[in-house]
């Protein structure tokens, strides 16, 4: 895809790029920062958020293939508290899972650097007007689309330009990354982990402060050893046998320290790979915000994507890419819906009948073919609109 120039002066605010946690294996795409952004400041346009309940459940009797791919493709989803969507299924220990296309998919997770979450109010606030969003007024396209939008991710902290968005992925992410901590530390205390990154930031900060507020008293050989003192000795005293290894992560001379408070910490400094350049972006991403979200014009359509910006003819749009669902037609049948018991004696909802009663709203966001049963959805920002 060839991007052409721009016809204004707009900043790309996020761009789409191969992620710094990619690897051979497990190939993956990131979110990156085309500008500075303040704490708790929006992260791209909103997002809409398709709710999909009791996905599993409905697939309950169908071959373990087919029931091991809903499982692939639910990984890609949110859990339904994220956009306030618990209560979607009224059946007790019914299960509602969101797909958000844009950030929601493409926000990777970095177990030290969780620099965004989501606005869980943005959603409550969702009101726009001539787009008949109202579930209570009929009308042609009512049950076609999603009522949930203006869903929103928020920086956690001061984003710099060209820094890889990592998404929080919630407690239950976070629970497991604590028990594997305190598994690691039972096993080995010399493994680094996000605390003591913050740590070292914290050194740094104090180390700065000092040598700033004893400038004029230091000579470049004192303030040397007073460096060495701090960062070594103390450090050592205060981390006990992981201590070398977080010496490690500190530049060797105090002249240095200024860079690693521009990087964004001792993390970034020492993974330069999740900033990137801002020219390398242009040249190896593309720019994911030159659409936002508005009433359509299309009477009774929901919501449409509109340019966020003069888009000359040609040029990128949008970049698009897609989650495959393989026999998606029938991984989007919705069953009535009941508790049985399985042969190990466990009760589990499942279809009471083969008939097939509806179909999952997130059928509308796909693309098909007539031909094939592999369903493909986009998850580029506002693509799905």
Not at 61 to 72: F, G, T
Not at 150 to 168: H, P, Y
Not at 242 to 252: A, Y
Not at 351 to 375: A, E, R
């Amino acid at each position: 895809v060839v991007v052409a120039a721009q016809d204004d002066d707009a900043t790309c605010g996020l761009y789409l790029a191969e992620s710094s946690t990619s690897t051979t294996k497990d190939p993956k795409l990131g979110i990156f920062a085309g500008k500075d952004y303040d704490a708790k400041s929006p992260i791209g346009p909103p997002e809409i958020a398709i709710q999909i309940p009791n996905m599993q459940s409905h697939m309950r009797r169908k071959p373990m293939p087919l029931q091991k791919a809903v499982a692939d493709v639910e990984q890609y989803f949110w859990t339904s508290e994220s956009t306030g969507a618990a209560w979607e299924v009224k059946a007790e220990g019914g299960r509602v899972i969101t797909a958000i296309p844009g950030a929601g998919v493409l926000g990777n997770y970095h177990p030290f650097l969780i620099n965004s979450d989501w606005n869980q109010f943005s959603g409550h606030f969702r009101k726009m007007k001539g787009a008949s969003m109202s579930p209570k007024k009929p009308h042609v396209g009512r049950g076609a689309y999603t009522t949930y939008f203006n869903v929103t991710i928020q920086s956690t902290q001061a984003i710099q330009a060209g820094v890889e968005i990592f998404a929080n992925y919630g407690e239950q992410w976070e629970e497991n990354n604590k028990k594997e901590d305190a598994e690691e530390e039972d096993e080995d205390d010399t493994t680094v982990k996000r605390k003591d990154y913050n740590k070292l930031d914290a050194v740094v900060d104090q180390v700065l402060d000092f040598l700033e507020t004893h400038k004029s008293e230091l000579t470049p050989e004192a303030e040397k050893d007073i460096y060495h003192f701090l960062t070594r000795d103390v450090l050592q005293a205060a981390t006990g046998s992981k201590s070398q290894k977080l010496v490690d992560l500190l530049p060797k001379r105090p002249q240095e320290l200024q860079k690693v408070k521009d990087a964004g910490g001792v993390l970034i400094y020492n993974e330069p790979e999740i900033r990137k350049d801002l020219q390398w972006l242009e040249e190896n991403g593309r720019c994911m915000d030159l659409l936002e979200p508005g009433p359509s014009t299309i009477p009774h359509a929901g919501l449409g994507a509109f340019a966020k910006r003069n888009l000359s003819k040609g040029s990128l749009v949008a970049p698009a890419p897609l989650i495959h669902i393989p026999d998606g037609e029938t991984m989007m049948d919705m069953y009535r819906l009941d508790w049985v018991e399985t042969e190990d004696g466990d009760e589990v909802m499942a279809p009471i009948n083969k008939k097939v009663i509806n179909k999952q709203l997130i059928l509308n966001y796909c693309f098909g073919h007539k031909d094939s049963s592999m369903l493909f959805l986009p998850f580029g920002m506002n693509t799905n609109l």
